[in-house]
């Protein structure tokens, strides 16, 4: 079995997972795993899917056809997967809404070598005040050689210039 990372994106109404279910499944493709939500009125999602290696062009193609249905795909070969070398740490965190606070905190991850594993953000109104906050989760590929003592006290720091709480959590 050969393996593709896919993502998509159509205009949200009823049928779009089955459309593309059903494509996988004429050709003998076995979907993985995904991960899909609606937003702003569009279908988006990232599966990983398996398919017969005899069957991997006729699917790509029907894949590509989908967009017949408005449902407009992106096709990626999935890669080999690392050897864990990092430990997964689960991070929450909340404060008033403004521009370049993902930025900000990925720009740090980065700079230390952590990779987002998971990212799910929004903007809700506080409780009394009803302004914005931003909140996030994320989970984390932390590497094994990065002390959780320093990656804690650099968001922490960052954390107090933003304005934000931030909490880090072992998911182990």
């Known amino acids: 079995m050969d393996h593709l990372v896919l993502t998509v994106i159509a205009p ?8 593309i279910a059903q494509c996988i499944a004429e ?19 990232i599966l990983r899917i398996g398919v017969p290696a005899e ?10 056809g989908l967009a017949t249905h408005g449902i407009r795909v992106l096709i ?3 890669g080999i997967e690392q050897s864990c070398t990092w430990k997964p740490i689960a991070m929450e965190l909340v404060g008033n809404d403004r521009p370049g606070i993902v930025r900000d905190i990925t720009r740090l991850l980065s700079e230390q ?12 109104p506080a409780p009394m005040s009803g302004e914005p906050l931003f909140h996030a989760e994320a989970l984390l590929a932390v590497p094994l050689t990065l002390s959780l003592d320093v990656l804690q ?4 720091t960052l954390a107090d210039d933003l304005m934000v709480e931030l909490v880090l959590r072992s998911d182990s």
């Open 113 to 124: 070598g952590v990779n987002l594993e998971r990212l799910v953000t929004d903007v809700r």
């Open 76 to 78: 990626a070969e999935s």
């Open 12 to 19: 949200d109404k009823p049928g779009q997972v089955e459309h």
């Open 27 to 45: 050709h003998g493709g076995n979907w993985l795993e995904s991960r899909m939500a609606r937003m702003a009125g569009q279908f988006a999602g």
């Open 153 to 156: 006290t650099r968001l922490e």
């Open 55 to 64: 069957a991997y062009d006729a699917l790509v193609d029907a894949l590509q």
